[in-house]
């Protein structure tokens, strides 16, 4: 019991301190607060959206940005603000859904490896050797090639080629919490490694993972436009911002607003989680500031 308490005082702690340097580093809050927007703009997506994201205007083709078309249309006369919508709420689910697989996977498998040891742990981590040498892109080209071009099926192929890392960190951690002095007090009060697990080790890998998610969400986000730039992605009509981007290519000097809009909100997407992983590094772990 005693060990119990100390352990919630301590994480307690720990979090309020970590919140503090967090809300430090201004270009951090920033991006949450972007983030955040863009999250509940995702949500409420055919509410916001003006025009259904398929829906042609063969009378307005290549319109420029204007009060009616707020981001200008494409060729087929699409409202660009619409299909970028749906392009960001497709990418979040995707970057989002991803690293929920990434973090079943690579929690239960580094888990198992770093508290079993022996046999166990170098069998499961050859496997994580494999998966981790395999060129990530190409394996998702595969698993899409395989399983289909639709949305789950992407974000399957994602987190079934990102787990690697996660699995290395959990087990790293694994092993080193697992001999803590206070891991070692809740054993000889005859506790069960189930319980030690969910109780003492898990909770002290939060900070980690998480900063392991944020930088893994938008490595989804880019993996996904690649594979919708190169005609492996979801299938048209439905937007990507990859598949925006390459359509838009061929227009670029007469339409140019046909390419700046999707690579603007895929820029500053993929800025401002890299700044939101960058802050949440630093505030768990004070050290790397040094």
């Known amino acids: 019991m005693e060990v119990a308490i100390k352990q919630k005082t301590r994480r307690a702690s720990y979090w309020s301190a970590a919140w503090r340097r967090f809300k430090r580093n201004k270009m951090a809050v920033a991006g949450l607060i972007y983030i955040i927007i863009i999250t509940i703009a995702a949500i409420f997506t055919p509410l916001i959206a003006p025009y259904p994201y398929d829906e042609p205007h063969y009378a307005y083709t290549f319109q420029p940005p204007s009060a009616k078309f707020w981001f200008g249309t494409d060729d087929l006369g699409r409202?660009?603000?619409?299909?970028?919508?749906?392009?960001?709420?497709?990418?979040?689910?995707?970057?989002?859904?991803?690293?929920?697989?990434?973090?079943?996977?690579g929690v239960i498998?580094?888990?198992?490896?770093?508290?079993?040891?022996?046999?166990?742990?170098?069998?499961?981590m050859r496997v994580?050797?494999?998966?981790?040498?395999?060129?990530?892109?190409?394996?998702n080209v595969i698993l899409v090639t395989v399983m289909g071009r639709g949305l789950f099926t992407i974000l399957v192929a994602v987190g079934l080629t990102g787990w690697a890392g996660?699995?290395?960190?959990?087990?790293?951690?694994?092993?080193?919490?697992?001999h803590a002095e206070f891991v070692e007090a809740a054993r000889a009060l005859g506790a069960k490694d189930s319980y030690i697990i969910r109780k003492y080790i898990l909770p002290n890998m939060l900070g980690p993972i998480?900063?392991?998610?944020?930088?893994?969400?938008?490595?989804?986000?880019w993996v996904e436009s690649g594979l919708a730039l190169i005609g492996m992605g979801v299938r048209p009509p439905m937007p990507s911002w990859g598949n925006m981007i390459g359509a838009g290519l061929g227009y670029i000097m007469a339409f140019?607003?046909?390419?700046?809009?999707p690579v603007l909100t895929f820029a500053l997407t993929l800025l401002a989680f890299t700044y939101v992983g960058d802050g949440l590094r630093d505030a768990f772990n004070p050290r790397s500031e040094v």
């Open 210 to 221: 998480i900063v392991s998610l944020a930088f893994g969400i938008p490595n989804g986000i």
């Open 166 to 178: 996660m699995a290395r960190l959990v087990r790293g951690m694994v092993m080193y919490l697992k």
């Open 128 to 139: 994580t050797d494999i998966m981790y040498a395999f060129p990530t892109f190409l394996f």
């Open 79 to 105: 409202d660009m603000f619409s299909r970028n919508l749906y392009a960001m709420r497709n990418a979040l689910l995707i970057g989002f859904g991803s690293q929920i697989v990434v973090l079943i996977i």
């Open 109 to 124: 498998i580094g888990s198992i490896a770093g508290f079993r040891g022996g046999m166990v742990d170098t069998f499961l």
């Open 256 to 261: 140019p607003h046909m390419v700046i809009f």
